[in-house]
């Protein structure tokens, strides 16, 4: 087979900040090439340049042999190139089939659209690479795993050789995961060429044929997956030895703070999410939520911190040292001592259209500390600033000027995790999906801060997709089920099991689906 793409001497700058830097890389056809690197390393970028949604200050692309200067995606779809982007690009109130043809409806204008014909194409590509899904199924009633082979019978409908996924596995299950893979390798063994980003050395090093590592916003190497153990490609990416496991110390619990008592929660549609759910948090602990996406997670928060919309209906209790949390505003719950990084940063913890500096003080904007008179004190500002970006690791220039809109993903949400950890008089502390996106280095830094908050003595709960990381800092865990616990693994369960990782995934695999 030949080169599927080619890059040469790409160079993108945006301002005085250089993304790519002199980038050389050729990715050969029929195989699922992968890059990584940390946060910001530049690995977005250099795809969205391949596929025209961003253009290059320096240096050619090639397709298939061909120099090519796409002004667009659309240049770039028409070439038999396709991207899957981290946050999908659907219509929640259109079919499968209406988001599939969206945008490549095969009609003139005023003719009919050729339903029957499309509805056939696509139950074929469902059906030659696996990705069983209903043509008349309304998208918003999809999990997110179908809703990801939505977008790619979509690249399939438009014919592309050529598929660029980003972080394709960050808000799937496990059984969703293994169905990604294989169908990844239906595609490349079908001719496919797949190019891969993602921040998950053990997927990459499961499913990659070729790695390439990128650093500050240059290429350190390109191997083949099967020569490269992962500590050594932790290495390569962060530029330091990574500790791929974190140093949780037994915890010695005190008096509960936080006290759930059976919590229901009714939708405004009448749909029941949470019921009679019950289990409480020590001072000093961290309660590990473990279960599959939409099994009531997203409601527990809302319930907890005051988001729930109007028409929802809350029963039962949940009490902060004795104080109840139903019923008040996210305000008056952060006055009581309660912190939250949602699940959803960029609709609950960030607006990216503002500085760095900003986002690091929102909700912390009343506080004394950061005012001289009747306005804030710039220099105190900017050394706060200046200390959350060293010791969270940030990826920033410019924090009283840079926009978080050109942050990478990871790098916003460490700046999330930097200002929630950081409120003073935190008696509760709600995590939720806190390393999504995040690469293996920032993630040691931030699994570490958590352990640290922990051993201040402050409740956890903690609620992530990710077992390895419920595993490795719960100190309970609870596996929560169509809204309720099917089972909680106890303090003495937890440390027993701990170094048994597997095995222990496996087991609490039995509880959550």
Do not use: W
């Amino acid at each position: 087979m030949g080169v599927a793409v080619r890059v040469s001497g790409i160079s993108k700058r945006f301002g005085n900040f250089s993304a790519n830097s002199n980038i050389s890389l050729s990715i050969e056809e029929g195989t699922i090439h992968a890059l990584v690197g940390e946060n910001g390393a530049g690995k977005s970028t250099l795809t969205k340049i391949i596929y025209g949604m961003v253009q290059p200050s320096a240096g050619e692309v090639f397709i298939k042999g061909k120099p090519v200067h796409f002004t667009s995606p659309r240049n770039a779809i028409n070439a038999g190139i396709g991207m899957v982007h981290q946050h999908f690009m659907l219509v929640p109130n259109l079919s499968v089939a209406e988001n599939v043809m969206l945008g490549n409806e095969q009609a003139r204008l005023f003719q009919r659209l050729p339903r029957k014909s499309i509805k056939a194409r696509i139950q074929k590509h469902a059906q030659d690479f696996g990705l069983t899904l209903d043509p008349d199924a309304i998208v918003e009633n999809l999990s997110v795993g179908e809703e990801q082979r939505v977008e790619i019978l979509k690249l399939l409908f438009r014919n592309a050789d050529i598929m660029i996924f980003d972080e394709p596995t960050a808000v799937l299950t496990p059984s969703e995961i293994e169905q990604l893979f294989a169908t990844l390798r239906s595609l490349r063994d079908k001719g496919k060429t797949i190019i891969l980003i993602t921040h998950k050395l053990d997927e990459v090093l499961t499913v990659a044929d070729t790695i390439s590592v990128m650093r500050k916003g240059e290429i350190i190497g390109t191997l083949p997956a099967l020569s490269i153990t992962k500590p050594e490609l932790a290495k390569m990416m962060v530029g330091r030895s990574v500790l791929l496991r974190v140093t949780n110390p037994m915890a010695t619990p005190g008096n509960t703070l936080l006290n759930i008592n059976n919590l229901g929660f009714r939708s405004s549609k009448g749909e029941e999410k949470l019921h009679k759910l019950s289990f409480n948090i020590k001072a000093g602990e961290i309660y590990g939520i473990a279960g599959v996406e939409g099994n009531g997670q997203s409601e527990l928060l809302q319930a907890l911190y005051g988001l729930t919309q109007s028409g929802s209906v809350i029963s039962g209790e949940a009490t902060l040292k004795g104080d109840s949390l139903i019923g008040k505003n996210p305000d008056e719950i952060t006055h009581m001592g309660v912190s939250l990084t949602p699940e959803d940063r960029l609709r609950h913890a960030v607006i990216v259209d503002y500085t760095v500096s900003e986002n690091l003080i929102f909700g912390r904007h009343r506080e004394r500390s950061f005012h001289r008179g009747i306005g804030f004190d710039n220099q105190i500002l900017n050394r706060y600033a200046e200390a959350m970006i060293s010791e969270y690791d940030i990826k920033c220039s410019a924090p009283a000027s840079q926009l978080l809109s050109s942050l990478s993903g990871g790098n916003q949400q460490k700046i999330v995790l930097a200002r929630e950890l950081n409120r003073p008089n935190i008696s509760l502390l709600i995590l939720a999906q806190p390393t999504r996106g995040v690469d293996i280095g920032a993630i040691e830094t931030i699994h570490n801060k958590i352990i640290e908050a922990r051993m201040k003595g402050i409740a956890i709960l903690l609620i992530s997709s990710e077992l390895e990381e419920i595993i490795a800092l719960s100190t309970r865990i609870g596996c929560l089920y169509k809204g309720s616990l099917r089972h909680e693994f106890s303090q003495e369960e937890v440390d027993l099991k701990r170094n048994s990782e597997y095995e222990f995934k496996k087991e609490i695999g039995l509880y959550i689906t």
